[in-house]
């Protein structure tokens, strides 16, 4: 079974400071985890996504996120926030098994502050 | 262009009336889903399918059915739509389910999302 937790339904900083996302899962299988950025009235763009190749994943816009197998973490981070980083973003788990269902966290909102 | 397209893009319709929303992708995958996203619980896969002839739930199919008679198709079809369908509704494709150890094949694209209302 497979499941996703983010930590925190809304995130609000100041815009400059760093950025902090989290994500718990579970996984019966080894996984395959993602990060998804929707921005208002706009679809899903694939910010960047883990595949055991390495643990510490850098994405675009300046985004990365660390697996860590011990805390089944994949927390999102980013240095520096932007005004445009304003949105909903999705922590996401595929487990690579024979039932391929793909499990969406709940989200969390991003604000930034001028 | 690489694309997922679903039609209609909003659709407001009454209960009971029968309606499909379509998805179509142009780069030859195998696997597609539907998913619906509400307000504090994400998105929620609805089908999910494999490849042609291949279909199976996902965690809220109750109330939809999906075919897959053709690889770049998979329409959502809500043979009695009410009110709890009222939802955003997104497409999406990978070349595979992740079934595969080559991991760059499980990233999905997204279509542009339809929202519909039920009445």
């Known amino acids: 079974a497979q499941s996703v937790t983010q930590l925190d339904s809304h995130v609000s900083v100041s815009e400059g400071t760093p950025v902090l996302l989290r994500c718990n899962y579970s996984s019966s299988y080894s996984p395959s985890l993602f990060w998804y950025v929707q921005h208002p009235n706009k679809g899903l763009q694939l910010l960047l996504k883990?595949?055991?190749?390495?643990?510490l994943v850098k994405g675009i816009n300046g985004f990365e996120a660390e697996f860590k197998k011990s805390e089944t973490s994949f927390h999102l981070t980013k240095p520096s926030a932007h005004m445009s980083d304003a949105a909903e973003y999705f922590c996401v788990v595929s487990a690579r098994s024979s039932a391929s269902k793909i499990i969406f966290g709940s989200g969390t909102r991003l604000s930034i502050r001028p | 262009e690489a694309q997922v397209t679903q039609n209609p893009r909003y659709l407001i319709t009454v209960t009971g009336k029968k309606l499909t929303v379509t998805c179509s992708q142009n780069m030859n995958h195998e696997y597609m889903s539907w998913y619906r996203q509400d307000p504090g619980l994400g998105l929620r896969q609805i089908y999910y399918s494999m490849n042609v002839e291949v279909t199976d739930k996902g965690d809220v199919p109750e109330g939809y059915k999906v075919s897959r008679k053709e690889k770049r198709n998979f329409p959502l079809i809500l043979e009695s739509p009410s009110p709890n369908q009222t939802s955003l509704y997104f497409c999406?494709?990978?070349?595979?389910?992740?079934?595969?150890?080559?991991?760059?094949?499980?990233?999905?694209?997204f279509g542009p999302g339809t929202r519909l209302t039920v009445l």
């Open positions: 883990y595949t055991s190749a390495a643990t």
């Open positions: 999406a494709s990978s070349l595979d389910g992740g079934v595969a150890w080559d991991t760059r094949r499980d990233t999905q694209y």
